[in-house]
């Protein structure tokens, strides 16, 4: 790798001092182009996301598609999805990268398409989750769950979280889902808050199809959103189908930690 392409959280670098850091650091160790700002030239071998876990995501969720390796240097909190610290060795961590001392991990996504009056009318992707919720405070919404055309049970909760492995340590493992090894392929449905004695979270294969319908008698605004983006409207009568993406997005390691370290320190 010798072409790279800077993305920075610009909240989190507002002088720009880790931004001129980390070209520096490709620099010393032979990258022989380095691009920053929010367009992606085509050559590019990789793009370094300087920020946190959202920064990574809409980094992931810009290029869709575009089969380029994201490395995530952090500056934010938690960064589970990052792999470098700002904190840490940059010339190393970069000598590394330039050298293909890296792995590369193919990160399950997956599709949404949201129906209204039965006809598609809208289809994203995402890493990390697609989240349901009412829009306003305190707002249950009523839904009802199917998978594979079989109808598995009616809600009613603040909410819906499906999720990747990745997202599991999102907003899932949050509202008590469990967390899933970020390499596995499969899909996490976690209710939020339910009225129900019955909270429990399911995991299903990858190649399962779920759906979501908003049940009729439901009054108040329902949002969905994909890894936290805009969120698309639904009301009574809409659905949202939502199955494995045909992407991925390549996530670059240069850390030998086991997930299970990682883990570790993140929860500590």
């Given at each position: 790798?010798?072409?790279?392409?800077?993305?920075?959280?610009?909240?989190?670098?507002?002088?720009?001092?880790?931004?001129?850091?980390?070209?520096?650091?490709?620099?010393?160790?032979?990258?022989?182009?380095?691009?920053?700002?929010?367009?992606?030239?085509?050559?590019?071998?990789?793009?370094?996301?300087?920020?946190?876990?959202g920064t990574m995501l809409r980094a992931a969720g810009n290029n869709f598609g575009r089969n380029i390796p994201l490395l995530g240097v952090n500056i934010g909190n938690l960064g589970y999805l990052t792999e470098c610290d700002m904190g840490g060795d940059l010339e190393r961590d970069m000598r590394k990268l330039?050298?293909?001392?890296?792995?590369?991990?193919?990160?399950?996504?997956?599709?949404?398409?949201?129906?209204?009056?039965?006809?598609?009318?809208?289809?994203?992707?995402?890493?990390?989750?697609?989240?349901?919720?009412?829009?306003?405070?305190?707002?249950?919404?009523?839904?009802?769950?199917?998978?594979?055309?079989?109808?598995?049970?009616?809600?009613?909760?603040?909410?819906?979280?499906?999720?990747?492995?990745?997202?599991?340590?999102?907003?899932?493992?949050?509202?008590?889902?469990?967390?899933?090894?970020?390499?596995?392929?499969?899909?996490?449905?976690?209710?939020?808050?339910?009225?129900?004695?019955?909270?429990?979270?399911?995991?299903?294969?990858?190649?399962?199809?779920?759906?979501?319908?908003?049940?009729?008698?439901?009054?108040?605004?329902?949002?969905?959103?994909?890894?936290?983006?805009?969120?698309?409207?639904?009301?009574?009568?809409?659905?949202?189908?939502?199955?494995?993406?045909?992407?991925?997005?390549?996530?670059?390691?240069?850390?030998?930690?086991?997930?299970?370290?990682?883990?570790?320190?993140?929860?500590?």
């Amino acid at each position: 790798m010798k072409r790279f392409h800077v993305i920075v959280n610009s909240s989190k670098d507002p002088n720009g001092v880790y931004t001129a850091q980390i070209t520096a650091a490709l620099r010393s160790v032979g990258a022989e182009h380095v691009t920053i700002g929010p367009s992606v030239p085509d050559d590019t071998d990789a793009i370094i996301v300087l920020g946190g876990d959202g920064t990574m995501l809409r980094a992931a969720g810009n290029n869709f598609g575009r089969n380029i390796p994201l490395l995530g240097v952090n500056i934010g909190n938690l960064g589970y999805l990052t792999e470098c610290d700002m904190g840490g060795d940059l010339e190393r961590d970069m000598r590394k990268l330039i050298d293909g001392d890296i792995t590369i991990e193919n990160r399950m996504m997956m599709c949404g398409k949201i129906y209204k009056s039965k006809k598609a009318k809208t289809e994203d992707h995402c890493l990390n989750d697609i989240t349901i919720t009412g829009c306003g405070a305190l707002c249950l919404i009523r839904y009802a769950l199917y998978v594979n055309n079989e109808y598995l049970n009616n809600y009613s909760a603040d909410g819906l979280v499906i999720s990747t492995p990745t997202g599991s340590t999102g907003y899932n493992m949050s509202a008590g889902g469990p967390i899933a090894q970020p390499r596995a392929n499969l899909i996490i449905v976690t209710p939020i808050c339910p009225h129900t004695l019955n909270t429990r979270s399911i995991v299903l294969s990858p190649d399962d199809r779920i759906e979501v319908r908003i049940v009729e008698g439901q009054t108040v605004p329902v949002a969905a959103q994909f890894d936290g983006r805009d969120p698309y409207m639904l009301e009574a009568g809409d659905s949202i189908q939502i199955c494995r993406s045909t992407e991925v997005t390549r996530i670059i390691k240069i850390r030998r930690e086991s997930f299970l370290n990682t883990l570790h320190e993140k929860l500590v």
